[in-house]
Every structure is written in C-alpha cells, then in structure tokens.
C-alpha cells in the first residue's frame, strides 16, 4: 500500500521530484455516466452536484491520480458572444446540434460584446462543479480543461472557414482571436480562483493535423501565449493539450511557457521527452483506441512503451493520449491503470 495520494504522485511530477510510482491517469467523459445511480445525462450536464456526483462515483472506481472536469460547452460559447445575437438557449443548442457556427456569417461578429461570464449561466455552472470536488476528493488533483483562443475561434467560426479566413480577412481573424483570446483568460482566471489544481488548456484545433506549423506559430502561438501569462501570474499552475500529431511544434510548444503538456497517440512521445529535457512535465499519450478494441496484453505493452520511454527522471505522467471513447470498456480502464500502478513503480523500474 502507498503512502502517497494520487495528488502527491502529480505534485512530485511537477516538483521534479520521485515519489514511489510514476503518476497515473486516463482521461474520461461522460462514458463513466453510467456509474452515478439516479443520475440522468440531462442533470449532470446542468446541474453541477450532479456532474459532481457522477465523478465522484467514477473516481470510487477509477481512483486517477487527477480528477478531469471538460468546463467548455457550445452554450458557453455562445453566451460569451454576448446578448446582441438574440438568441434563446434552445435556439443555441439546437444551432450547435445541426453543426451550424454561430459566425457562420462572420458579418454576425459585429454583435459581438463579451460580458461578464460569472452572470451568466455556464461559468457559474462549472465553478461550482470544482469547489465541490474541491472539497470532495481531496486525494487526486482537480485538473479543468478550458479552450484555447484558436480553437474557442474555431468553434464560434467553424476550423475550415477560419483557415481560408486567415488568408481571405486577416483583419477579421485578430479581432475574433482578440475577444477568443478574453474569453479564454476570463474563464481560466475562474477556474483558477474555483480551486483547480491544474488548468489544461484544450486546444485540438491548434494541432498540425488541422493547421500547418507555419499557421500555428502566427495565429495561435501568441493569443495561446498571452492566456498562459495572464493566468501563470495568477499562480495557475499550466497544461497544454493539443490533439492530433504535434511533433512539427513541439519546441514552440515548450517554449510557450506552461508547466505541462500532454501529447496524443499520434504524436512521438520520445521527441517530446527529447526535446522537453525535463522543461515541462510530459503526459500522455496510450493511444485511446486501445481502451475501447485493445486487449490487456496491448494495453499493457502501450503503459509499459510509455513508462519505458519517458519516465526516467521523473517529470512525468502516464495518460491516454487523449479523452477516450464515450464506448471505452471500463474492464480496459481497470486493467490500465492497474498495470500501469503495478509497473510503473520506480524501485521496479531501477531493478529491471
């Protein structure tokens, strides 16, 4: 039995320091929806002890050295644009359902005026989601994935429209990253004051499977850099998590300035340990197939590979490569973790 928390495990990986296993995670939805009794898919997505609840009961099971909290949604988005679009909630939802931007005529940003989130709905929704995890698993590190300006833009524009942007109306794209860019910083500093352990921010669109190198360091970069000051300085401490194969940007990502970056399955994990010199605490990257069709022996090969190439040091966190399935098996779960705490010990490693 270890006398660490899953919490010690994540502080030591940030601290540079070892505890007695590598930390582990593997980063979930609402897939685990199914473990909270009496908890319906409409409730834990509007009421926060019900979100709450739901982790809770998943972290029962699952015990993750971190607990994960997405605090982005289309409702968000929408609500900060502001009030001049004119619409109702239902309209929102039922507009993101049908896939359709809310800039989908971008002559609509005109109307464009954030306010204050904290009177709105959704923000208040997610902080309160954190206070009582806060509160309520005291052993595993809060850790709440927000959005980066790029891929918030992309959400409000629509990715392909905004890559011919950048090209077509260059003035429009800085001024949309611009207000992105506030709305990014507004909800970090939120959910900085909330409690989280770890801000992540999300930023999938960012990613050279979506955008070239070259675009990523003008468009991105800086607005994603600016977030990361304004929220370091508040004491945050930092994670960049960008989908997709990133090996292109891994030195600007490093160079960006957060205490964290967590790769996915299609990215090299020894080019960012390579390349990161222990800078940044590495996470990831299992590749999240594997949790929904892989067998134990994969899955197990998958921790082991990863344990094997960047653990050494320390500065480390095993993890999916990314959010898994909403059709993951909870058997694959179990057993990951279970092997990866079980392997990844260190006094195991150094005798081997």
Same mark, same amino acid.
């Not at 994969?298 to 993890?319: F, K, P, V």
């Given at each position: 039995?270890?006398?660490?928390?899953?919490?010690?495990h994540v502080a030591a990986a940030f601290a540079r320091e070892l505890t007695d296993r590598v930390?582990?995670?593997?980063?979930?939805?609402?897939?685990?929806? %199914?473990?909270?009794?009496?908890? @319906?898919?409409?409730?834990?997505?509007?009421?926060?002890?019900?979100? =709450?609840?739901?982790?809770?009961?998943?972290?029962?099971?699952?015990?993750?050295?971190?607990?994960?909290?997405?605090?982005?949604?289309?409702?968000?988005?929408?609500?900060?644009? !502001?009030?001049? #679009?004119?619409?109702?909630?239902? $309209?929102?939802?039922?507009? %993101? &359902?049908?896939?359709?931007?809310?800039?989908?005529?971008?002559?609509?940003?005109?109307?464009?005026?954030?306010?204050?989130?904290?009177?709105?709905? &959704?923000?208040?929704?997610?902080?309160?989601?954190?206070?009582?995890?806060?509160? +309520?698993?005291?052993? /595993?590190?809060?850790?709440?994935? *927000?959005?980066?300006?790029?891929? @918030?833009?992309?959400?409000? &524009?629509?990715? $392909?429209?905004?890559?011919?942007?950048? =090209?077509?109306?260059?003035?429009?794209?800085?001024?949309?990253?611009?207000?992105c860019t506030d709305y990014t910083k507004m909800i970090g500093a939120a959910i900085v004051e909330?409690?989280?352990?770890?801000? @992540?921010?999300?930023?999938?669109?960012?990613? @050279?499977?979506?955008?070239?190198? =070259?675009?990523?360091?003008?468009?991105?970069?800086?607005?994603? $850099?600016?977030?990361?000051?304004?929220?370091?300085?508040? !004491? =945050?401490?930092?994670?960049?998590?960008?989908?997709?194969?990133?090996?292109?940007?891994?030195?600007?990502?490093?160079?960006?300035?957060?205490?964290?970056?967590? *790769?996915?399955?299609?990215?090299? #994990?020894?080019?960012?340990?390579?390349?990161?010199?222990?800078?940044?605490?590495?996470?990831?990257?299992?590749?999240?197939?594997?949790?929904?069709?892989?067998?134990? +022996?994969?899955?197990?090969? /998958? /921790?082991?590979?990863?344990?094997?190439?960047?653990?050494?040091?320390?500065?480390?966190?095993?993890?999916?490569?990314?959010? *898994?399935?909403?059709?993951?098996?909870?058997?694959n779960v179990l057993h990951f973790l279970e092997y990866a705490r079980q392997y990844g010990r260190?006094?195991? #490693?150094? %005798?081997?």
């Amino acid at each position: 039995m270890s006398n660490y928390s899953g919490k010690d495990h994540v502080a030591a990986a940030f601290a540079r320091e070892l505890t007695d296993r590598v930390p582990v995670r593997v980063w979930y939805g609402m897939m685990v929806g %199914a473990l909270a009794a009496g908890v @319906t898919a409409k409730q834990v997505r509007t009421e926060p002890q019900a979100y =709450a609840q739901m982790t809770i009961k998943a972290q029962d099971v699952l015990h993750n050295d971190t607990v994960p909290v997405a605090a982005f949604d289309a409702v968000m988005y929408a609500e900060g644009a !502001g009030d001049g #679009l004119g619409l109702t909630l239902q $309209e929102i939802i039922d507009q %993101a &359902r049908k896939g359709v931007s809310l800039l989908e005529d971008k002559a609509t940003f005109a109307k464009f005026k954030l306010p204050d989130l904290m009177q709105k709905v &959704r923000l208040p929704y997610y902080v309160e989601i954190c206070k009582i995890l806060k509160s +309520e698993i005291g052993d /595993a590190a809060l850790d709440v994935v *927000i959005t980066g300006p790029w891929t @918030t833009a992309a959400e409000l &524009r629509g990715a $392909e429209k905004m890559i011919y942007d950048t =090209a077509d109306d260059p003035g429009f794209v800085n001024e949309l990253m611009r207000h992105c860019t506030d709305y990014t910083k507004m909800i970090g500093a939120a959910i900085v004051e909330a409690g989280a352990d770890i801000v @992540t921010f999300g930023d999938p669109s960012s990613g @050279t499977s979506v955008i070239s190198p =070259a675009m990523f360091r003008k468009w991105s970069k800086p607005y994603l $850099e600016e977030s990361i000051n304004y929220l370091k300085a508040k !004491g =945050a401490t930092l994670c960049l998590h960008v989908c997709g194969k990133v090996d292109p940007i891994m030195e600007d990502m490093v160079a960006i300035g957060v205490d964290a970056i967590s *790769i996915d399955g299609p990215s090299s #994990l020894k080019q960012m340990v390579d390349i990161s010199q222990g800078r940044v605490v590495t996470i990831g990257n299992a590749p999240t197939g594997l949790f929904v069709e892989g067998t134990k +022996e994969q899955l197990e090969a /998958a /921790a082991r590979d990863c344990i094997n190439t960047a653990a050494a040091g320390g500065a480390y966190i095993l993890s999916s490569g990314c959010q *898994i399935p909403e059709n993951a098996s909870l058997e694959n779960v179990l057993h990951f973790l279970e092997y990866a705490r079980q392997y990844g010990r260190y006094d195991r #490693l150094w %005798a081997s």
